[in-house]
């Protein structure tokens, strides 16, 4: 009875692993599409809309980071890395991936 237990949890960890792998291998190559698609010359034509995007998702970041992290007694260097982490990366991946802790392993 163990090894058909054993023998089911051997394919449901190789399924595990071939979706987990599908997902990782996918991703970029989904960006690096969706990228191709942003035009140029329209981005070229509209230089004020870019950079007012750009300047209002900066300010939103430190409003919604920085503070945040000042709460949490996070020294000046700490809080700033974790804020320009916080526009590079998910949520949910800063305590895994950052070498600095995330505001909720401080909990």
Known sequence: MTSVWALAALWLGLALITALLSIWLHTPFYF???GSFVSIPALMAAPFAFVFVLIAKIIC???GVYPVMKYYN???PDACYTTLLSSSLP????SSIGP????TDLL
């Open 32 to 34: 690096i599409r969706a």
């Open 61 to 63: 970041e430190l409003v």
């Open 74 to 76: 996070s020294p000046y």
């Open 91 to 94: 949520a949910l991946c800063w």
């Open 100 to 103: 600095r802790p995330c505001p």
